[in-house]
């Protein structure tokens, strides 16, 4: 492959700095390709440039979602975003993910993410064990359709950080994790939608979302927690009222 | 620089290292089965559930769940399939509890995978099986697969020692038992040696030492690296599977060697050259249809007939289908060729054989027991199963399997076990330096190495092997290796330092390269994914054998074993008479 | 570091947020000058009277532009949270509120 | 932050200010016309039992609304959390409740 323009340079800035060290930027000239993603800018500054660069990254196409990272303020998963999407002039600029701590440079810990996942009962509770056939279950179904609408998440964070509730109010269960609790809610196969909706009627839970949509707008998988949200609030309601859901 | 003092030491009762389906199963079942009170500590090299390739399985699960299909079905197609190498009992352990593993899934873990309308689980058959056999979500199966099964071990009280890597293993003074294993808990550079009386390895292999290959970036075969050190035979290290259309798109970006999936040949899609001529018609009467191995040997005597650096690969298209119904049917990857800037639906996406899967691993039974007490092997960094090959859909199958059966045999072994086992520190200590080695060193670039043996192995360990190749591999590799030793880290910040880490992958990758090209020369003939121009045919299958690698002090010794066909010989079958060959009905 | 907030949903948010705000400051005054009814009726009357000039004509339609906005926005909402609506019925209805608010809007600018 | 019971009461009373509000807004277009004056308000509402009631509801659920809402964005925005959040909150609900019923009673009594 061929250098897009033969020698052309993309001005890159990068955030730098962990918990104990102060949060600075640096600037690496990059050079330019054609095919090219944030993800490889950043690869590229560490193997080239800076080896002390803390960044990461799995699958390299988008499947486990360990590479977000705020480009130009926006999140994105940097291995599937080609530079050209995000270039402007010349300057990229990359910062790790917004509403997690940041472990170092653009590497973020994604613990807190994880732990509301399981505090949002975002795990399957049994109603059959391995020594039983598998129940049949119609595609066409409603409830497994709603169920399906959610299920690609690959929790990468990048609703977490786009949403500007989880900034304000550190206990929000955030939208990823609130839309596996409505996935598992219309899941024919779960025993337990009574703690699901325990479990997201809480101080963090699902009320504290005001439907602002970043979630739904950035989401890479063009997956949509905002109406999963919205559903786990009429769920809630509809309880409320003394109605099973 | 480091001492054994600075060591961290931890304790626990059941380390698990990886969190693919192996590592992921195992800790599950180990808490099932361990006496209450154990504690169970799962290390990754990355984040649980985040890394590793179970992950990545796009195609599917293979299990025999009726309709025609069985258990034996499933077994004869994974030994032929494997030809005739696979160790036998595992391959029948492995189809066997495949239809435990996927009820467990879908019933207790809570994966969703697709049904037809009637509800039943839809199955679909991958090149090589002989039945509608593989259960999948979608082609993104292994994300639905991991999410679940991370779900429930992160609502678990497992230790979590995430972004650490192991380095070593650690044995007893006596050398008859494994101590525990030490780790770099790479967030803060420090070293930390956890004890343990039973340890599963499930890091899952990862051929990344060649210049195209799909595993995710985490895979660099620490684990082979790291049994081959504490001694442990290795099996079938010759055998790297090739996967015909990874995306070739320059060699300054990740994307290049992903998997462009297979289903694409299956629904027509058309492999041409540089000339614009459809070739696989001349290697294979099946076309691009054939399989994967067939596939990658045409793809790579095209290219080397060519011999253009500046179009190396060559391409598939897809438009004559029309490019609309290529979006339908295949949006997942048009979507993912086009964030990359290719059009696959309309256009020309230049492709390469790439490398995807080790069969070869640690020796063990079927319990997923190894040589030395207190370790454990399974999912892809334990050999056996597969043999030669393995068919699309066994990979996950096999991770899943054999990960709980290791913890259901740690959880039932550790009652008898007594004490933690005491290192031995000379072990300890020359694990540690070893380490350190890059921190004594001025300062350089590793990536140029990487790509230097990555080169190599392509060139003279690939898809076509010949002897004189071989040995030129071999040195090119001895070369790059010592190179290695003379680059350095800078020691000032050790904490989440990508560039050690890169270091420290390719200290594995030159080791095991070492091994996959000697096993290479031992194997005189050709089968499954083993091919060599100089010796073709596969030779006698009642006369197989298969390589048994080993470091023996400090060069590593391949011997060869003949293969028990302890269920089937050679020319026979397990099917009742008048089965047919095959139930799937022909393309 | 900015954070790219310019989609149709977010700025309905903030709007929100931001006419709630107001309200939320304007309405102590509104209690308070509603109560000289009680205390000093002249009072309110040159209150009221205020309500000739321009300026106040102009904060007053701001008001109740306030109020309308955050009503219709605050019922979007719950029919977002609570209606089982599909995407072309969000569709019919934001036309319909938007319909409703040019007719109310044009309304007010006549009454006053 | 919002949990179940804090979020029906502020959704509810938002469900009942909504039509308050609209006849409200309506009674003012209407009233406006030709100018406002302190006796024709009172004129309408002093002494019905009607408007006593309508606009003591709308005080009532616009004190629990607001306060809820204002509590949402001090969290969010101000940082404000745990005692000092809530005696604003209620703070700010009774002052407004206060302000309100006087304002009712001045018109209505
Ligand atoms: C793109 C792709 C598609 C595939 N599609 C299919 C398919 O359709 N069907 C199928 O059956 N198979 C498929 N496979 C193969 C399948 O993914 C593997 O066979 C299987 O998932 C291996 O599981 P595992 O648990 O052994 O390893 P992995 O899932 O790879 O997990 C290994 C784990 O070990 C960790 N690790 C590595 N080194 C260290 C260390 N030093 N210290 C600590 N932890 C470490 C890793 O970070 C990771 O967590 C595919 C593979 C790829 C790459
Ligand atoms: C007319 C009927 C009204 C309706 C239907 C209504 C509806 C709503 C709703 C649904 C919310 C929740 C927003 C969210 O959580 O994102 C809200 C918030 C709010 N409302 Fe109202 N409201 C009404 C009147 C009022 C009035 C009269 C005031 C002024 C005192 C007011 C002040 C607020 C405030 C301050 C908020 C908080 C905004 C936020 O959290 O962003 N509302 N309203
Ligand atoms: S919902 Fe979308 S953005 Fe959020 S974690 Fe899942 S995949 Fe990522
Ligand atoms: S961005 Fe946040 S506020 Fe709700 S709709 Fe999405 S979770
Ligand atoms: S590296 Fe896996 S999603 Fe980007």
């Given at each position: 492959?061929?250098?897009?323009?033969?020698?052309?340079?993309?001005?890159?800035?990068?955030?730098?700095?962990?918990?104990?060290?102060?949060?600075?930027?640096?600037?690496?000239?990059?050079?330019?390709?054609?095919?090219?993603?944030?993800?490889?800018?950043?690869?590229?500054?560490?193997?080239?440039?800076?080896?002390?660069?803390?960044?990461?990254?799995?699958?390299?196409?988008?499947?486990?979602?360990?590479?977000?990272?705020?480009?130009?303020?926006?999140?994105?998963?940097?291995?599937?975003?080609?530079?050209?999407?995000?270039?402007?002039?010349?300057?990229?600029?990359?910062?790790?993910?917004?509403?997690?701590?940041?472990?170092?440079?653009?590497?973020?810990?994604?613990?807190?993410?994880?732990?509301?996942?399981?505090?949002?009962?975002?795990?399957?509770?049994?109603?059959?064990?391995?020594?039983?056939?598998?129940?049949?279950?119609?595609?066409?179904?409603?409830?497994?359709?709603?169920?399906?609408?959610?299920?690609?998440?690959?929790?990468?964070?990048?609703?977490?950080?786009?949403?500007?509730?989880?900034?304000?109010?550190?206990?929000?269960?955030?939208?990823?994790?609130?839309?596996?609790?409505?996935?598992?809610?219309?899941?024919?196969?779960?025993?337990?939608?009574?703690?699901?909706?325990?479990?997201?009627?809480?101080?963090?839970?699902?009320?504290?979302?005001?439907?602002?949509?970043?979630?739904?707008?950035?989401?890479?998988?063009?997956?949509?927690?905002?109406?999963?949200?919205?559903?786990?609030?009429?769920?809630?309601?509809?309880?409320?009222?003394?109605?099973?859901? | 620089?480091?001492?054994t003092?600075?060591i961290?030491r931890h304790d626990t009762d059941i380390l698990i290292l990886g969190?693919?389906?192996a590592g992921?199963?195992a800790a599950?079942?180990a808490?099932?089965?361990a006496?209450?009170?154990t504690k169970v500590t799962i290390a990754v090299?990355?984040?649980?559930?985040?890394?590793?390739?179970?992950?990545?399985?796009?195609?599917?699960?293979?299990?025999?769940?009726?309709?025609?299909?069985?258990?034996?079905?499933?077994?004869?197609?994974?030994?032929?399939?494997?030809?005739?190498?696979?160790?036998?009992?595992?391959?029948?352990?492995?189809?066997?509890?495949?239809?435990?593993?996927?009820?467990?899934?879908?019933?207790?873990?809570?994966?969703?995978?697709?049904?037809?309308?009637?509800?039943?689980?839809?199955?679909?058959?991958?090149?090589?099986?002989?039945?509608?056999?593989?259960?999948?979500?979608?082609?993104?199966?292994?994300?639905?697969?991991?999410?679940?099964?991370?779900?429930?071990?992160?609502?678990?009280?497992?230790e979590?020692l995430?972004?650490h890597r192991a380095i070593g293993l650690i044995p007893t003074k006596d050398g008859s038992a494994l101590a525990g294993v030490l780790m770099i808990?790479?967030?803060?550079?420090?070293f930390r040696f956890v004890r343990a009386k039973t340890v599963l390895m499930a890091t899952?292999?990862?051929?990344?030492?060649?210049?195209?290959?799909?595993?995710?970036?985490?895979?660099?075969?620490d684990g082979l690296a790291m049994a081959l050190r504490a001694g442990l035979p290795l099996?079938?290290?010759?055998?790297?599977?090739?996967?015909?259309?990874?995306?070739?798109?320059?060699?300054?970006?990740?994307?290049?060697?992903?998997?462009?999936?297979?289903?694409?040949?299956?629904?027509?899609?058309?492999?041409?050259?540089?000339?614009?001529?459809?070739?696989?018609?001349?290697?294979?009467?099946?076309?691009?249809?054939?399989?994967?191995?067939?596939?990658?040997?045409?793809?790579?005597?095209?290219?080397?007939?060519?011999?253009?650096?500046?179009?190396?690969?060559?391409?598939?298209?897809?438009?004559?289908?029309?490019?609309?119904?290529?979006?339908?049917?295949?949006?997942?990857?048009?979507?993912?060729?086009?964030?990359?800037?290719?059009?696959?639906?309309?256009?020309?996406?230049?492709?390469?054989?790439?490398?995807?899967?080790?069969?070869?691993g640690v020796v063990v039974d079927?319990d997923t027991r190894t040589a030395m007490e207190g370790l454990y092997v399974a999912g892809?960094d334990a050999g056996?199963?597969?043999?030669?090959?393995?068919?699309?859909?066994?990979?996950?199958?096999?991770?899943?399997?054999y990960g709980?059966i290791a913890g259901?045999v740690m959880g039932a072994d550790i009652r008898g076990m007594g004490a933690l086992r005491d290192p031995d520190e000379t072990v300890l200590e020359a694990e540690l330096?070893r380490a350190?080695?890059?921190?004594?060193?001025?300062?350089?670039?590793?990536?140029?190495?990487?790509?230097?043996?990555?080169?190599?192995?392509?060139?003279?360990?690939?898809?076509?092997?010949?002897?004189?190749?071989?040995?030129?591999?071999?040195?090119?590799?001895?070369?790059?290796?010592?190179?290695?030793?003379?680059?350095?880290?800078?020691?000032?910040?050790?904490?989440?330092?990508?560039?050690?880490?890169?270091?420290?992958?390719?200290?594995s990758?030159?080791?095991?390269?070492?091994?996959?090209?000697?096993?290479?020369?031992?194997?005189?003939?050709?089968?499954?994914?083993?091919?060599?121009?100089?010796?073709?045919?596969?030779?006698?299958?009642?006369?197989?054998?298969?390589?048994?690698?080993q470091q023996?002090?400090?060069?590593?010794?391949?011997?060869?074993?003949?293969?028990?066909?302890?269920?089937?010989?050679?020319?026979?079958?397990?099917?009742?008479?008048?089965?047919?060959?095959?139930?799937?009905?022909?393309? | 570091?900015?954070?790219?907030?310019?989609?149709?949903?977010?700025?309905?948010?903030?709007?929100?947020?931001?006419?709630?705000?107001?309200?939320?400051?304007?309405?102590?005054?509104?209690?308070?000058?509603?109560?000289?009814?009680?205390?000093?009726?002249?009072?309110?009357?040159?209150?009221?009277?205020?309500?000739?000039?321009?300026?106040?004509?102009?904060?007053?339609?701001?008001?109740?532009?306030?109020?309308?906005?955050?009503?219709?926005?605050?019922?979007?909402?719950?029919?977002?949270?609570?209606?089982?609506?599909?995407?072309?019925?969000?569709?019919?209805?934001?036309?319909?509120?938007?319909?409703?608010?040019?007719?109310?809007?044009?309304?007010?600018?006549?009454?006053? | 932050?919002?949990?179940?019971?804090?979020?029906?009461?502020?959704?509810?009373?938002?469900?009942?200010?909504?039509?308050?509000?609209?006849?409200?807004?309506?009674?003012?277009?209407?009233?406006?016309?030709?100018?406002?004056?302190?006796?024709?308000?009172?004129?309408?509402?002093?002494?019905?039992?009607?408007?006593?009631?309508?606009?003591?509801?709308?005080?009532?659920?616009?004190?629990?609304?607001?306060?809820?809402?204002?509590?949402?964005?001090?969290?969010?925005?101000?940082?404000?959390?745990?005692?000092?959040?809530?005696?604003?909150?209620?703070?700010?609900?009774?002052?407004?409740?206060?302000?309100?019923?006087?304002?009712?009673?001045?018109?209505?009594?």
């Amino acid at each position: 492959m061929h250098v897009a323009e033969h020698g052309s340079v993309m001005n890159v800035t990068v955030q730098r700095g962990s918990a104990d060290t102060p949060t600075r930027t640096e600037t690496f000239d990059v050079p330019a390709y054609d095919n090219q993603t944030v993800l490889d800018v950043v690869s590229w500054i560490q193997q080239n440039a800076d080896p002390t660069l803390t960044y990461r990254f799995a699958c390299r196409v988008g499947m486990c979602g360990s590479c977000a990272m705020m480009v130009n303020g926006v999140p994105r998963w940097t291995c599937r975003t080609h530079v050209s999407k995000v270039l402007d002039g010349n300057k990229i600029n990359i910062a790790p993910l917004r509403n997690l701590p940041v472990i170092k440079d653009l590497a973020a810990d994604m613990d807190p993410f994880f732990d509301k996942w399981v505090a949002a009962e975002g795990k399957h509770h049994p109603t059959r064990t391995r020594e039983e056939e598998i129940a049949p279950v119609d595609p066409q179904a409603e409830e497994r359709q709603a169920a399906s609408a959610g299920i690609e998440c690959i929790n990468c964070s990048i609703c977490y950080s786009a949403c500007d509730t989880v900034t304000g109010n550190p206990d929000y269960l955030g939208p990823a994790a609130l839309q596996r609790a409505w996935t598992l809610y219309n899941d024919a196969k779960d025993a337990d939608r009574d703690a699901i909706l325990d479990a997201v009627s809480g101080k963090g839970g699902c009320h504290n979302c005001h439907s602002m949509g970043s979630c739904t707008a950035y989401c890479p998988n063009e997956l949509d927690p905002l109406s999963a949200i919205a559903g786990l609030k009429r769920a809630t309601t509809r309880r409320f009222f003394g109605r099973r859901g | 620089m480091f001492s054994t003092c600075d060591i961290d030491r931890h304790d626990t009762d059941i380390l698990i290292l990886g969190t693919g389906g192996a590592g992921m199963f195992a800790a599950l079942h180990a808490m099932q089965t361990a006496p209450e009170g154990t504690k169970v500590t799962i290390a990754v090299k990355g984040l649980i559930g985040k890394c590793g390739c179970t992950r990545m399985v796009q195609g599917g699960y293979n299990v025999a769940l009726g309709n025609g299909d069985s258990v034996e079905r499933h077994f004869m197609d994974t030994i032929e399939g494997g030809k005739w190498l696979p160790d036998q009992d595992m391959a029948w352990r492995l189809c066997e509890q495949a239809v435990v593993r996927i009820r467990e899934l879908e019933n207790e873990i809570g994966c969703f995978f697709d049904r037809n309308a009637d509800g039943s689980l839809h199955q679909k058959a991958f090149a090589g099986q002989t039945a509608d056999r593989t259960v999948h979500k979608g082609d993104l199966t292994g994300i639905e697969i991991i999410n679940r099964l991370m779900e429930q071990v992160l609502s678990r009280p497992v230790e979590k020692l995430q972004e650490h890597r192991a380095i070593g293993l650690i044995p007893t003074k006596d050398g008859s038992a494994l101590a525990g294993v030490l780790m770099i808990d790479m967030r803060t550079g420090k070293f930390r040696f956890v004890r343990a009386k039973t340890v599963l390895m499930a890091t899952g292999g990862g051929p990344t030492m060649y210049k195209y290959h799909t595993p995710s970036g985490d895979k660099t075969m620490d684990g082979l690296a790291m049994a081959l050190r504490a001694g442990l035979p290795l099996r079938d290290m010759e055998m790297v599977q090739f996967h015909p259309t990874g995306l070739l798109a320059g060699d300054h970006t990740r994307m290049t060697g992903t998997v462009l999936e297979e289903g694409l040949r299956g629904a027509g899609g058309q492999l041409v050259n540089h000339a614009g001529q459809r070739f696989m018609f001349d290697y294979d009467a099946k076309g691009e249809r054939a399989t994967r191995d067939v596939v990658s040997r045409g793809i790579y005597a095209e290219m080397r007939k060519n011999n253009n650096p500046d179009q190396e690969g060559v391409f598939i298209s897809m438009a004559h289908l029309g490019p609309e119904n290529v979006v339908k049917k295949f949006k997942g990857m048009v979507k993912r060729c086009a964030d990359c800037g290719f059009d696959l639906a309309g256009g020309l996406v230049e492709v390469v054989p790439t490398a995807h899967y080790f069969m070869g691993g640690v020796v063990v039974d079927v319990d997923t027991r190894t040589a030395m007490e207190g370790l454990y092997v399974a999912g892809e960094d334990a050999g056996g199963a597969h043999g030669s090959n393995r068919l699309g859909g066994n990979g996950v199958a096999n991770s899943t399997v054999y990960g709980g059966i290791a913890g259901d045999v740690m959880g039932a072994d550790i009652r008898g076990m007594g004490a933690l086992r005491d290192p031995d520190e000379t072990v300890l200590e020359a694990e540690l330096t070893r380490a350190c080695h890059p921190l004594t060193r001025d300062p350089a670039l590793v990536l140029p190495l990487r790509k230097q043996l990555q080169e190599a192995m392509w060139d003279d360990v690939g898809v076509m092997r010949t002897e004189a190749g071989l040995n030129h591999g071999l040195k090119r590799i001895a070369e790059i290796s010592e190179e290695l030793m003379e680059v350095g880290v800078a020691a000032d910040s050790l904490a989440f330092n990508l560039t050690w880490h890169d270091w420290l992958n390719m200290r594995s990758l030159c080791d095991i390269s070492e091994v996959i090209t000697k096993a290479a020369l031992a194997r005189n003939n050709s089968r499954g994914a083993h091919y060599r121009e100089d010796f073709p045919e596969p030779g006698a299958m009642i006369d197989s054998y298969f390589t048994v690698a080993q470091q023996k002090g400090d060069t590593v010794e391949v011997t060869r074993e003949d293969v028990k066909f302890t269920i089937v010989k050679p020319g026979e079958t397990i099917l009742p008479d008048g089965e047919p060959d095959t139930l799937v009905a022909a393309q | 570091m900015k954070v790219a907030r310019a989609h149709p949903l977010w700025l309905a948010y903030i709007l929100h947020r931001v006419s709630g705000i107001a309200l939320a400051l304007f309405l102590p005054l509104h209690f308070w000058v509603l109560s000289l009814a009680l205390t000093d009726a002249a009072r309110l009357d040159s209150f009221l009277t205020l309500t000739e000039m321009p300026l106040v004509k102009l904060a007053e339609f701001g008001l109740v532009f306030l109020l309308a906005v955050h009503l219709f926005g605050g019922l979007r909402l719950l029919a977002m949270e609570w209606l089982p609506w599909t995407a072309p019925q969000k569709t019919w209805a934001a036309a319909a509120v938007a319909g409703s608010l040019f007719v109310s809007g044009t309304f007010f600018l006549q009454a006053i | 932050m919002l949990d179940m019971r804090l979020y029906m009461a502020q959704r509810l009373s938002a469900l009942v200010m909504a039509p308050f509000v609209i006849v409200h807004i309506g009674v003012m277009i209407y009233a406006i016309q030709g100018g406002l004056t302190a006796a024709e308000i009172l004129g309408r509402t002093q002494g019905s039992l009607f408007w006593f009631l309508f606009y003591g509801i709308f005080v009532v659920a616009v004190s629990i609304h607001a306060a809820i809402g204002l509590r949402v964005i001090l969290f969010e925005w101000a940082g404000l959390k745990g005692v000092a959040l809530s005696v604003i909150s209620w703070g700010i609900g009774l002052v407004l409740f206060a302000m309100g019923a006087n304002a009712v009673w001045a018109v209505t009594a």
